[in-house]
């Protein structure tokens, strides 16, 4: 007979939440078209680094161009499908179209999931058993930041010093993610 203990899975899996604009891609603005993505250097570079090292790599993105009518949810993923060809092993990519200003009614509403509410690293947490605490947010901008710190995870803002504001505290900031991902490799294992 199987002891209770034998039931539940003790593996805990540690992950990377990365934003994707300015992030991975060199965008800024709405883009749901694939032509329109041009990775940053480095980074996948970095992504396959982190992957190799036993990382699980997850996306977590603000697609509020579906809630402004710029593009659908069809376009997130061609464009999504898009950058798997070109960096490698993302395990799976959340994104929140809604926007409380969205023009398309069924996609205006605050939704939990849009940074800098941690509602998409919470669900990725559920679904894969992560760990928070030994998991990292990077990201560009202070809600992927205030995403991270909410869902319990160590943070990496990739800005310039002097580009930083005071509307929160990371972990730790480097001007790309491919600066990024040696220090976590240098101090961090997947064990």
């Known amino acids: ?3 209770l203990h034998s039931l539940y899975s003790t593996v805990v899996r540690k992950a990377i939440f990365l934003d994707r604009d300015g992030t991975i891609i060199d965008n800024q603005g709405d883009l749901g078209d694939p032509k329109g993505v041009n990775i940053i250097d480095g980074a996948k570079e970095a992504i ?3 992957a190799d090292a036993g990382w699980l790599l ?3 993105t603000n697609q509020a161009g579906v809630a402004r009518g710029v593009f659908t949810e069809q376009d997130i993923h061609a464009v999504h499908k898009y950058i798997d060809t070109l960096v490698g092993p993302i395990e799976k990519y959340y ?3 809604f926007h409380e200003e969205g023009v398309l009614e069924e996609w205006r509403e605050n ?3 849009r940074k ?3 509602g998409m690293l919470l669900q990725a947490i559920q679904d ?3 760990d928070a605490s030994s998991s990292w947010m990077i990201g560009d901008t202070a809600r992927d930041i205030q995403a991270g710190q909410a869902a319990g995870c160590k943070t990496i803002w990739l800005t310039q010093p002097g580009r930083m504001t005071d509307e929160v505290v990371p972990t ?3 001007p790309t993610l491919a600066e990024a991902a040696p220090f976590i490799l240098a101090t961090e294992t997947i064990s």
Do not use: A, R
Request: charged share 10%; glycine share 4%.
């Open 48 to 50: 396959k680094s982190l």
């Open 116 to 118: 800098p509410s941690p």
């Open 95 to 97: 994104y929140c179209c």
């Open 128 to 130: 894969f058993e992560i």
């Open 111 to 113: 939704h939990p999931w």
């Open 1 to 3: 007979m199987l002891g």
């Open 172 to 174: 730790l900031s480097c």
């Open 58 to 60: 997850i996306v977590v």
